[in-house]
């Protein structure tokens, strides 16, 4: 099990089912990546985040991961 994938799946799922009131309550770093997963560019420009910073907040690990669970999520559908 890939414990840093699991968690960003679960909080992405939780964002997308619970919209923008599901995701304002996750800690700031989990909501950039999230807002990357889900591709809300307005999520990021209510934190005053352009995508750039928010690549840069995400980090390596993260960013490694964003891709797949996006897919993952798409798939789900």
């Known amino acids: 099990m890939n414990a840093p994938y699991d968690h960003l799946?679960?909080?992405?799922?939780?964002a997308k089912r619970?919209?923008?009131?599901a995701w304002s309550v996750?800690?700031?770093?989990e909501k950039v990546a999230v807002?990357?997963?889900l591709n809300r560019a307005d999520w990021l420009a209510e934190m005053?985040?352009?995508?750039?910073e928010a690549i840069d907040r995400s980090g390596p690990e993260w960013m490694a991961i964003i891709p797949q669970?996006?897919?993952?999520l798409?798939?789900?559908?």
């Open 26 to 29: 996750q800690s700031i770093g």
């Open 69 to 72: 669970v996006a897919r993952q």
């Open 35 to 37: 807002a990357l997963v």
């Open 74 to 77: 798409a798939e789900e559908d």
């Open 9 to 14: 799946l679960r909080k992405s799922q939780e």
């Open 48 to 52: 005053d985040y352009s995508i750039a």
């Open 18 to 21: 619970g919209g923008e009131e």
